[in-house]
């Protein structure tokens, strides 16, 4: 594989990136060309959401095409577009050979949730102390234990301690990861719903996985109440689905949220006052766990 490297400004980098696709370039990434040093620049954006930039100041554009002749003539046609001004041809260089399956899992190594609860993928020994481990790996569907949000409800479901005697809702499921959270701590009546037929495929898999009973389904298949309702979702959708999340919880049981930054706390309390009232029972890194007892 040969990789033709470019630097642009930001406002060229979008019809960089078609002319790119339409040169059928494999992959094309976009990085700051000025990382590790002082002029580095962060761009900040939430998980799920476009990035807030096309792109940096001086952005290094990277793609990778499957032989030489390619990337060369794909250097040719963009520098002879009036848009190539300002953009600047670095060069074409071999992309070494590389074992992608073995630096894709050198990037997952095993989550600590509590020092005994492990999410830990399928090409990792669990650590020694671990007395509960999800064997996940990364797939399709959101949710493999890196992410804060999910790490805070994680956190709570092994707080909450033996689950056997609840029902249990995993709201926007993902890879099922929370609900085969609460299997691990006794729950044995649990429905995992998503609006993406991917992450209930993907729930599936990893429930038979981990060897746990868990029913997935679009979000119609939640019925009724529950002792635990979990949803792990973003804030906007979070405020619009306050009345059904409610709704499922049952008398004396809690209502667990994620995917909430810390400065929408107050507009989550507004939105669920009519039914529960909210509070802040956890935080990392500027994200919020929202919980409430019906
Ligand atoms: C941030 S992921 C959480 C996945 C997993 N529960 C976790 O904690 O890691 C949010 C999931 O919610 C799903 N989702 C988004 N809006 C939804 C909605 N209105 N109803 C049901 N699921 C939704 C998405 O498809 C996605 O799989």
Request: hydrophobic letters at 45%.
């Amino acid at each position: 594989m040969f990789e033709l490297r470019l630097l642009a400004p930001e406002t060229k980098i979008e019809i960089l990136g078609e002319a790119l696709d339409a040169l059928d370039a494999l992959s094309i990434s976009v990085e700051d060309a000025d990382a590790q040093t002082e002029a580095e620049q962060a761009l900040f954006g939430e998980p799920g959401m476009p990035p807030p930039k096309a792109g940096w100041e001086r952005s290094r554009v990277i793609a990778q095409f499957p032989d030489e002749a390619a990337a060369r003539e794909a250097a040719l046609v963009l520098s002879a577009q009036d848009f190539f001004e300002g953009c600047e041809l670095v060069g074409v260089a071999e992309v070494p050979e590389q074992d992608w399956v073995r630096l894709t899992q050198s990037q997952f190594a095993p989550v600590e949730i509590t020092p005994e609860f492990w999410i830990v993928p399928t090409w990792h020994e669990p650590p020694s102390a671990a007395r509960q481990v999800i064997r996940l790996d990364p797939g399709l569907a959101f949710g493999t234990g890196t992410h804060p949000t999910t790490r805070m409800c994680l956190r709570w479901i092994a707080g909450a301690g033996d689950l056997s005697g609840h029902r249990v809702l995993d709201y926007g499921c993902g890879s099922g990861i929370l609900a085969i959270g609460a299997a691990k701590f006794g729950a044995t009546d649990i429905d995992a719903v998503d609006i993406d037929e991917a992450a209930v495929e993907s729930t599936r898999l990893n429930a038979q996985a981990n060897h746990v009973q868990l029913k997935a389904g679009l979000p119609d298949a939640a019925r009724g109440q529950y002792g635990v309702v979990l949803a792990n979702i973003l804030a906007t959708p979070l405020k619009v689905l306050a009345p059904l999340l409610c709704q499922h919880v049952a008398a004396g049981g809690s209502l667990v949220l994620a995917g909430i930054l810390e400065r929408q706390a107050q507009e989550l309390q507004e939105a669920y006052a009519p039914y529960l009232a909210l509070s802040v029972s956890d935080s990392e890194d500027g994200w919020i766990l929202m919980t409430a007892r019906a």
